[in-house]
């Protein structure tokens, strides 16, 4: 079973204005992070953002929030404020203890393009 | 701070040819591994360290080898490249193997098999 779901293949958003990026989780752990990272062009991952399960407070990051939903298991990222360098393919993962190799599970992606 | 770096950035080999991606940390890290990704595949873990003498296999580990002499450097051994090696391999590091610990990736390396 797929352990993150990004639907979202591709979004574009005008400078400027804030978006919203879909994550949804399949664990039966209740321990377990959740992580965003970026990926621009260059090709490089890019660690934006952490949220533990047990956080109650939803984690922010200068632009970048997430929205965290345990009981839905969504983690949506938020981007407020959006600038042209923004623009790359976003990635939600997980780790979860239970996982004998300690990896992060990676979603699909999502391609945000920011128009001018 | 250089984090995790990895050499070479690109990489082009023959059928059966042998390498060595090189990936290095400077931030205590004991958790290290190995990534590729492909298109429509997403990225996939290859094989991991969980501390210096210590590895083990990921999901996708056949044709690599790793090994973990010291806790900086965490080498990937391609033994006789196949065209289905053709990847973007990333090294990716964190403080620990728990789950609270955040990965940190190198830049990557495009590698080519013809």
């Known amino acids: ?5 990004q639907t979202q293949p591709g979004m574009f958003v005008q400078e400027k204005e804030a978006v919203t990026l879909d994550c949804t989780y399949d664990t039966s752990d209740q321990s377990y992070g959740l992580f965003w990272y970026k990926q621009p062009s260059s090709g490089e991952m890019i660690f934006l953002i952490y949220q533990g399960s047990y956080d109650e407070q939803n984690a922010t990051e200068g632009r970048y929030s997430l929205n965290f939903q345990k009981a839905r298991k969504s983690a949506n990222l938020v ?4 600038q042209l360098g923004d623009s790359a393919m976003y990635f939600c993962a997980m780790r979860e203890p239970r996982s004998n190799d300690y990896k992060l599970s990676f979603g699909a992606g999502t391609t945000v393009t920011v128009r001018a | 701070n250089a984090g995790v770096t990895q050499t070479p950035k690109f990489q082009v080999l023959k059928t059966g040819q042998s390498m060595t991606l090189q990936c290095a940390q400077d931030m205590n890290h004991e958790y290290m591994s190995w990534y590729r990704q492909d298109p429509g595949m997403g990225l996939r873990l290859i094989h991991y360290s969980v501390g210096a003498g210590i590895t083990d296999q990921g999901e996708v580990p056949n044709g690599y080898n790793v090994s973990r002499s010291t806790t900086e450097d ?12 053709t990847s973007v391999y ?18 990557g390396t495009r590698l080519t098999v013809t």
């Open chain 1, 1 to 5: 079973a797929q352990k993150i779901t």
């Open chain 1, 79 to 82: 981007i407020s404020a959006s």
């Open chain 2, 74 to 85: 965490f080498p990937l051994r391609l033994l006789s490249a196949a065209p289905s090696q």
């Open chain 2, 90 to 107: 990333f090294c990716a590091s964190s403080h620990s193997s728990s789950y609270n610990s955040p990965l940190h990736f190198g830049n």
